[in-house]
């Protein structure tokens, strides 16, 4: 593997990873405690309410989570933002135009081809293939064999140039 590719796939780990997990309850836990110790306890109507900090924080989770879990349904089923989110990862994903490396690359892909070039030639032994149709396959053929090679097919949407 290049040093690139390993390297940007440790930076693409370190993101998830911060962002997703410590980085989230890092963030939890220090919304909680700075909301209790800066509001809760210079209000005296809040404090009367939550003389301490454990009911406060288990309130807040009773309540927090699942309004938390209702609001990223929402997001999921309920508006445009996530097929927004979605079409742009689409967009970006160069496995749209190139095959994906495994199974599909060393036996699946390699079956049709197969079996796409069994059919053409049973076709021209029989004399039902017409000349647009065997420009078609011959056509279907080469895009297949592209793709088992590792190339692409289509045109992948260019990066922009910074």
Do not use: C
């Amino acid at each position: 593997m290049q040093v690139s590719r390993f390297l940007y796939r440790m930076w693409y780990y370190f993101r998830i990873g911060y962002s997703t997990y410590l980085t989230f309850l890092l963030g939890f836990a220090t919304t909680l405690v700075t909301v209790y110790y800066l509001a809760i306890e210079n209000m005296p109507s809040l404090k009367a309410v939550f003389n301490h900090f454990l009911p406060f924080a288990l309130l807040t989770i009773l309540i927090g989570v699942p309004l938390s879990v209702f609001v990223g349904w929402i997001h999921m089923k309920g508006s445009g933002l996530w097929m927004s989110e979605v079409d742009i990862s689409v967009e970006a994903n160069p496995y749209l135009y190139k095959m994906y490396p495994g199974y599909w690359q060393e036996a699946f892909t390699p079956l049709y081809l197969e079996l796409l070039r069994g059919m053409r030639v049973m076709l021209e032994k029989e004399k039902m293939l017409t000349k647009d149709d065997k420009e078609r396959i011959e056509n279907l053929e080469e895009k297949v064999r592209k793709l088992i090679e590792g190339g692409y097919v289509g045109t992948p949407r260019t990066r922009i140039k910074l």
